[in-house]
């Protein structure tokens, strides 16, 4: 007698659904996006999609964390791979705006947008958290350039790292707005000239 089979096996992309999850959080943000429309976008029922990824909270934080490392991770690979924390605070600068608005994906940042108008504390801290972890990390390479003698020994690193990341996020937010790359880029350039010059 032949045994069932345990459950069907899925009929859908698991790894291409989470990446169409992605952009429309992206697109829309946590709370703006329901049910149905990831089922819409997905392509799937509520049973299947409550099945392979939880429930919808549950979908944006895998969603969130695909979103970093797939799409959102240039500020990591600054900071690993410049040696000085002005190299990457250039670096991101410059990808920035190239970033925020690539051809076929949404406009912005989902790290920067992706808890607007959320009343999910949750998912707010979640963010909050990523956020501001991206700002701890280039206060660690703007101390160790202060520690190396290239920033003046009186640099404010947190205020100089919440500078940046504050630039950064406006970018994003003016790509959402429409905002053309011509001007992003030279509003990122002109952020660049308040960096404290090198000894």
């Not at 990446?19 to 329901?34: C, I, N, P, Q």
């Not at 029922?45 to 895998?62: M, R």
């Not at 992003?184 to 404290?196: E, F, G, I, K, Q």
Request: with cysteine; proline share 4%; net charge positive.
């Amino acid at each position: 007698m032949a045994t069932a089979a345990r459950g069907r096996p899925r009929s859908f992309d698991r790894d291409a659904a989470l990446d169409k999850a992605v952009r429309l959080f992206w697109r829309r943000g946590y709370e703006a996006t329901s049910m149905r429309d990831l089922t819409t976008e997905l392509g799937i029922g509520a049973p299947s999609l409550y099945h392979a990824f939880g429930d919808k909270q549950q979908l944006f934080v895998e969603a969130l964390r695909r979103y970093d490392t797939r799409y959102g991770d240039f500020i990591d690979r600054a900071l690993a791979e410049e040696p000085t924390a002005r190299d990457a605070a250039a670096r991101v600068l410059r990808e920035g705006p190239a970033r925020y608005t690539r051809r076929g994906l949404p406009a912005g940042c989902l790290v920067v947008s992706g808890d607007a108008n959320t009343s999910n504390a949750e998912v707010h801290e979640l963010l909050r958290r990523l956020r501001n972890a991206k700002c701890a990390a280039f206060a660690v390479k703007i101390r160790a350039d202060v520690a190396a003698g290239r920033l003046p020994a009186d640099t404010d690193t947190t205020a100089l790292a919440r500078y940046l990341l504050t630039t950064l996020n406006g970018l994003a937010q003016a790509a959402r707005d429409g905002v053309p790359r011509t001007q992003l880029d030279h509003v990122a350039a002109l952020a660049l000239h308040a960096w404290p010059a090198h000894r």
